[in-house]
């Protein structure tokens, strides 16, 4: 279970009147968030030192917990007790699985610039842009000409 897959069921799906829950928002003070994730709140403000979880802060500095923290504190506690991961590890672990939904959240970007033409620029046989279609290589047009690259002209 990985803190992107954890997230609480939403209220208002399927013709539901019931208000959403904003899994991000940070509400939850440290002891409700300890007793959620099953553990001291002496834990928490290791964790949150150590760069693990990063709560939000309120102005007077007290920490403010998402459930998606919740649902982090609860992998690592798993990775911790469950696979004998060290925090070190951990940490790695955490970070790598960001950058895995960073990445995902770009592919998705620019799946959306391609859009619905599900087009891609190619250069054709003259060097000219041409529009060529997803998934397929452009034909070659064999014409035996020598091109010579002269990398001080641009």
């Given amino acids: 279970m990985s803190p ?18 904003d899994v991000d928002a ?17 834990t928490l403000r290791q ?12 102005a ?5 917990y998402s459930l998606r923290d919740v649902a982090t504190l609860r992998e ?3 990775l911790s007790q469950e696979d004998g991961v060290n925090l ?3 940490a790695r672990i ?22 619905a033409h599900r087009r891609v620029f190619t250069a054709g046989a003259t060097g000219d842009v041409v529009a060529g279609q997803m998934g397929r290589r452009p034909s070659r047009i064999r014409t035996g000409a020598l ?5 001080r002209r641009r």
């Fill in 147 to 151: 091109v010579l690259w002269d990398p």
């Fill in 76 to 78: 690592v506690q798993r």
């Fill in 94 to 115: 955490l970070e790598l699985e960001r950058q895995v939904r960073s990445l995902g959240d770009e592919v998705e970007r620019l799946r959306g610039l391609v859009g």
């Fill in 4 to 21: 992107a897959s954890a997230d609480p069921p939403l209220g208002g799906e399927g013709g539901d009147d019931r208000p959403q829950v």
């Fill in 26 to 42: 940070a509400v939850l003070p440290i002891s409700v968030a300890a007793e959620l994730a099953g553990m001291h709140p002496q």
């Fill in 88 to 90: 070190a590890g951990i």
């Fill in 47 to 58: 964790y949150d030192r150590l760069g693990l979880v990063e709560p939000r802060r309120t």
């Fill in 60 to 64: 007077g500095r007290g920490r403010r």
